[in-house]
């Protein structure tokens, strides 16, 4: 134990082999990892989108409650109501601006597909009379190229199959971050004065001393294993 503690090489030696055997466990460990980390994606990324957003717009409600009807200023529940329906005013035209010149493009391409087929086809003919193509193909094993061609035929339309479920499932995935994000945002801009100080004192409070140990301690270890030479 003296030694590992005077040996700095040796120490970290150790320390990196055990990382390392740390991923490797955790690599064997995927399916039961996979649907952990599939659940904390589909619950952090909606709030921290909600958190920006937040962020973002929290002074401006407190700027729009500010304002006076009447007598009375704007309550934070409205204010909330009035900045939500202007942003989601702001997607919406956003999408409807980007959206159709974006499905335009796309009708212009699968529209150019069937001339570019037929483009390709009038070139493959007029490549199978070439006389050279002919002399090949009399010396190549038709009935491998044959086996390659469905192979490869097959292959794409397994790959297509995952490429459309992948789609779907991203697809279902924004639509559910969509949905979330608003509701999220709504409520931190309602309660968010209550919720950040109610979230700091639970966590700050009950973690800070625990916090500083661990560092303490970190810092003693890592101060341990460096040779002290006695003052002469």
């Known amino acids: 134990m003296e030694r590992l503690k005077q040996s700095k090489l040796l120490y970290w030696t150790l320390e990196a082999l055990a990382v390392v055997v740390l991923i490797w466990v955790l690599s064997q460990l995927s399916f039961v990892l996979k649907p952990i980390g599939q659940f904390i994606g589909a619950v952090f990324v909606p709030l921290i989108v909600s958190g920006f957003l937040y962020y973002l717009m929290n002074p401006v409600v407190k700027f729009v409650s500010k304002i006076k009807s009447g007598k009375r200023h704007l309550g934070r529940g409205l204010s909330v109501a009035i900045v939500m329906i202007l942003f989601l005013a702001i997607i919406v035209l956003a999408i409807f601006t ?47 190229l044959q086996k390659h061609v469905q192979k490869y035929a097959e292959g794409f339309l397994v790959g297509t199959a995952n490429g459309l479920g992948a789609v779907v499932g991203t697809l279902t995935g924004v639509i559910v971050t969509a949905i979330t994000v608003p509701v999220m945002t709504i409520y931190m801009l309602l309660d968010g004065d209550k919720l950040v100080p109610f979230l700091q ?13 661990s560092c303490i301690v970190w810092m003693k270890q890592s101060l341990t294993i460096l040779p002290v030479k006695p003052l002469k």
């Open 201 to 213: 004192s639970c966590l700050f409070q009950r973690t800070r001393k625990r916090l500083l140990i």
């Open 98 to 144: 980007f959206v159709p010149n974006l499905v335009e493009q796309l009708t212009k391409v699968v529209a150019s597909a069937p001339k570019s087929i037929s483009g390709m086809q009038e070139w493959l003919k007029g490549l199978s009379n070439n006389e050279l193509v002919q002399r090949i193909s009399k010396e190549l094993d038709l009935s491998n």
